[in-house]
């Protein structure tokens, strides 16, 4: 799990470290010191903390003009255990919704699990960005189909063409011109 590395090609448009906006503003990476884990497995230093156990992220991008955030996670995502949603929604998606985010893309690929409690954090926020969404991206079939099971899905869009979009291959703004065509069109 330690060679799992948050996605680094957008680096020269975006680094949530040198964002004063960003809830990881001034944060510094030790290339050469893992001291975060998932359970007993190391992971990439870069991975940023936001108070969870088991559950990282990182944000990709911001842009505030056109109110959306990237943000890719890693882990084990545990409501049922250590409120991992609220944590994120206090410590990092409030702060971004201060600035003007009401549209969120997450990026679920390397999310390894998925365990509910009660959907309160997810009404709230979906509450919170009024005109914007909450669009979850490639996460795996297990996590969607607890999702679904949790009645998670009536607050964030995920599944069919969000399973397989190959984000890598596009930039920040392209990605999200294309998640938001796609959710124009389940709206409308």
């Known amino acids: 799990m330690h060679d799992l590395e ?18 990881f503003f001034n944060r510094e990476y030790n290339e050469f010191y893992f001291d975060k884990t998932v359970y007993n497995y190391y992971i990439h ?3 940023d903390h936001f108070g969870s156990n088991t559950l990282y992220i990182k944000i ?18 545990n409501d049922a255990l250590y409120n991992d949603i609220m944590q994120l929604k206090r410590e990092v ?6 600035e003007g ?3 969120f893309i997450l990026i679920g690929e390397n999310v390894l699990n998925f365990h509910a409690s009660d959907d309160a954090y997810y009404e709230e926020w979906f509450q919170d960005v009024e005109d914007g969404w909450i669009a979850m991206l490639n996460f795996r079939t297990h ?3 607890e999702f679904r099971r949790e009645r998670i899905d009536y607050y964030v869009n995920f599944g069919g ?6 984000w890598r291959t596009l930039g920040p703004r392209p990605l999200f ?11 409308n």
């Open 60 to 77: 990709l991008f911001a842009d505030y003009q056109e109110g959306f955030a990237i943000i890719e996670m890693m882990g084990e995502w």
């Open 143 to 145: 996590v969607v189909d």
């Open 6 to 23: 948050p996605h680094f090609a957008w680096i020269n448009l975006y680094s949530a470290a040198a964002d004063e906006r960003s809830p």
């Open 161 to 166: 063409e969000l399973d397989e979009v190959a």
């Open 45 to 47: 230093p870069q991975w």
């Open 93 to 98: 998606l409030e702060i971004l919704m201060q």
């Open 101 to 103: 985010i009401n549209k």
């Open 177 to 187: 011109s294309l998640v938001d065509g796609v959710l124009s069109r389940r709206l």
